[in-house]
């Protein structure tokens, strides 16, 4: 048989009867659709967090006062609240550590900020300026702090987009001025926003010099916490421990685990998280899978109905001359065909999940083309897979037996 009148057969037996063939269709579009929007969803988070962990800097180590735990103790050591770190040690880290970039002390703390009419609790940290090289931020009005507002001890302030909508809303801030703790200073400069919510967020938040941080809002010259580029990610293990031999020397301290402060190393969290995401990513995939089974096993159902509907007309076919094999073909195209329909229709039914999803800003997904073809593939092997024992058993009917089958 030609595979015109192999594909022209096909066509008129899924087209006989209409309702089963789109219901077993739909396990399939069904089974496909799901697995390529489950797995935009997981790649979609997956790249939404490293872009987040990017955008507070790249190559980035952060040094914090307080030892992570002390000997004999099963909680932590004030980790992050210590006073042990100096803008000193960053100056000992920009000059004796060649594999660094760049280096931003920095002075966090929250306070109640005023504007004209308006107040918000915020994050206020001072900084140096480095700051801008070391956490990716830039500026969309004005200037950030300089070397020359730090040696001056200068009241100014640089607004996080968020904070200044606070403060202003839609007005122009620059030029302005606000209130922290009470004393005020004068707007230099606003940053462009990076987006992201939450603890750390840098749209909501106050830069102000770090001496007069130091000085007029912590009344103390300790830092909260260092910021280190290392010059690329290959040696930010190697900096690391420089670093943490350098302040252990500063600091007096023989022994490592006796250390008063911790460095995290910010690749070691987009490495976890990358691991993290990618086993949900793969656990999402899987159970949508589930609903591919069940479309190929209602694939396999349909055309064992088939097959037996079709008796009379396989040992018909046969009594005429068809082989064996042009039987097999016969049965085999026809559940190769009808789960491809369904793999493309599943492929735009998930295109479209996972367009709404980014449309709604409910997350950012990502479809790639390895799901895509890991759909069609799978969609192609589920025809051939659950569409081979029904088209073998109507390839060994006796056509004698097949002709008298009521």
Known sequence: MKLKDTLHETYSALISNKVRTGLTMLGIIIGIGSVIAMVSIGQGAQGSIETSIQSAGSNLLT???????????????ARGSARTLTEEDAEAITEKISSVNAVSAELSGRYQVAGRGTNTNT????????YPLVRNVKINEGIFITEQHNRSYGKVAVLGPTT???LFGEKNAVGG??????????IVGI???????GFGNQDDMIFVPLRSAQKFLAGDDYVSSISVQANSAEVMTE??????????ERHKIKNEEDADFSIFNMADLTEAISTVTQTFTLLLGSVAGISLLVGGIGIMNMMLTTVTERTREIGLRKAIGAKKKDINKQFLIEAIILTLIGGILGMVLGGLVSFVITQFGVL??????DSVALAFSVSAGIGIIFGYYPAKRASGFNPID????E
Not at 123 to 130: H, I, N, P
């Open 63 to 77: 040094i914090s006062p307080g030892a992570q735990q002390s000997i004999g103790s099963q909680t932590s050591s």
């Open 123 to 130: 994050s206020v940290t001072g900084v140096t300026s480095y």
């Open 164 to 166: 200044k909508k606070d």
């Open 177 to 186: 001025t606000i209130r922290i703790n009470g004393i005020q200073w004068k």
């Open 191 to 197: 940053t462009e926003e990076k987006g992201g919510s």
């Open 239 to 248: 900096t690391q421990t420089e670093i943490t031999s350098l302040l252990l």
């Open 364 to 369: 950012e997904t990502k479809i790639s083309f």
């Open 402 to 405: 097949a002709l008298r089958y």
